[in-house]
């Protein structure tokens, strides 16, 4: 399920925040790389979308390492869906590939779109 909310980015333009809510238990996998890709190419920062994931099902810990799996396997493809404003807030320099899209900036990004409730 995914809910879009609509606020007063820090550059005072309006910014669509995009939620999407899983009930995943430990022993399930993230599959939907296209909803991924759809919220990367869509987000003009960071804070502009966020994985919401069930407490009763995982601990933050477990939901960050099951997203950081994730955008390990799927590395390339999310990497070439990011807009500049991602790629800067992970500190990407022009000109990087997706080679360049490390454990230290997935960590970045995981830390920044999950949540757990």
Sequence with gaps: MDLETET????GLPQKN???FKIYG??????????????VRGADNLQ?????F????????????KMKTFLMRNK????EAMTDG????????????????SNSKI???VNAIVEVF
Excluded: H, W
């Design 26 to 39: 430990k022993n399930t996998e993230l599959t939907q790389v296209g909803q991924l890709i759809g919220y």
């Design 107 to 109: 960590e970045l990004m």
């Design 54 to 65: 069930d407490g009763s099902k995982l601990n933050e810990s477990q939901a960050k390492a």
């Design 8 to 11: 007063i980015g820090a550059n």
């Design 76 to 79: 390339a493809a999310v990497f």
């Design 86 to 101: 991602v790629k800067g807030e992970l500190g990407f320099l022009p000109g990087a590939e997706a080679s360049d899209f």
């Design 18 to 20: 995009r939620y999407e």
């Design 48 to 52: 502009s979308f966020k994985y919401v």
